[in-house]
Nanobody, 125 residues
Framework: QVQLVESGGGSVQAGGSLRLSCVVF??????????MGWFRQVPGKGREEVAT???????NYPDSVKGRFTISKDNAKNTLYLQMNSLKPEDTAMYYC?????????????????WGQGTQVTVSS
């Protein structure tokens, strides 16, 4: 059973940085193909995808975070990261990681089967 556990959220002032982590249990980064992503959601609004990464390390970002957010992974630790720099108040949201094992493709809009519980990020002005 695949489980994802996020951490690293918190409160920060505008212009600051945070790094989110997502530990993946039940699926190996080393031996398998996959697509993994980070999403965010504000109450009352739709979920927004902010980054994807595949086994090869290829990444995708929407324009809203490009140049500020960086997705990465540590295969040995089976952990996904999201480095967020130059944070803005509009980045405030619950952030979720997601995984799709055996994914043939990985891009913005990909389907994900497994989701974490979320970690809150709050950016004050």
């Amino acid at each position: 059973q695949v489980q994802l556990v996020e951490s690293g959220g918190g409160s920060v002032q505008a212009g600051g940085s945070l790094r989110l982590s997502c530990v993946v249990f039940g699926y190996s980064f080393i031996y398998s193909s996959y697509c993994m992503g980070w999403f965010r959601q504000v109450p009352g609004k739709g979920r927004e995808e902010v980054a994807t990464i595949n086994r090869n390390g290829d990444t995708n970002y929407p324009d809203s975070v490009k140049g500020r957010f960086t997705i990465s992974k540590d295969n040995a630790k089976n952990t996904l990261y999201l480095q967020m720099n130059s944070l803005k108040p509009e980045d405030t949201a619950m952030y979720y990681c997601a995984a799709e094992p055996w994914a043939a493709t990985c891009s913005l809009g990909s389907h994900y089967t497994h989701w974490g519980q979320g970690t809150q990020v709050t950016v004050s002005s």
